[in-house]
């Protein structure tokens, strides 16, 4: 396989993971609907706006990964077309250096997991527990999609380098 189709694999991949944020959202989405229609505890009635809040967030980066992967195909496939070796060091270097966001981001998404936690274990107050759960429910979804946005990354950004020829 040449680089240009690993480049078009890992965008295709990224759609992927777009669409099942979309997915993953809109559930989000009508279970946040269903607490605000038939919630009758305080407690369910204040999980409508932190889901709604993480339902929109969701689908938002879900279509921000659809959209801006989907442009991104044949602007690769011309560039690479146009200048296969300048294309080549383009990609290493934009993707070295989102590679190295990864570590960040988990250990942000871990400190915004115990914040969760902390207003679930430590309040009383019903939407303080469902922002608690929100922020849970925010960190595992961002652990989940790094996780597999990373090894993507990491298996693209080999293949680059075993394929350059620098």
Known sequence: ?????????????EIFEG?????????????????????????????????????????????????????????????????????????????????KWYPITQKIFFVVMILGMLCLLLSNAPNIRAIGIALMLLSIYVFVLDHFSEESATFYYSKIVELSPN
């Open 1 to 13: 396989m040449d680089i240009i189709d690993h480049t078009l694999q890992w965008c295709k991949g």
């Open 19 to 99: 669409k099942l944020s979309l997915l993953f959202g809109v559930c989000v989405l009508i279970i946040s609907l269903a607490y605000f229609k038939w919630g009758s505890t305080p407690g369910a009635r204040a999980m409508f706006i932190p889901l709604l809040i993480f339902a929109l967030f969701v689908i938002g980066a879900g279509l921000y990964l659809v959209n801006t992967n989907q442009k991104r195909i044949p602007r690769y496939e011309i560039q690479y077309i146009e200048n296969p070796q300048q294309f080549i060091k383009n990609e290493k270097k934009r993707t070295a250096e989102f590679i």
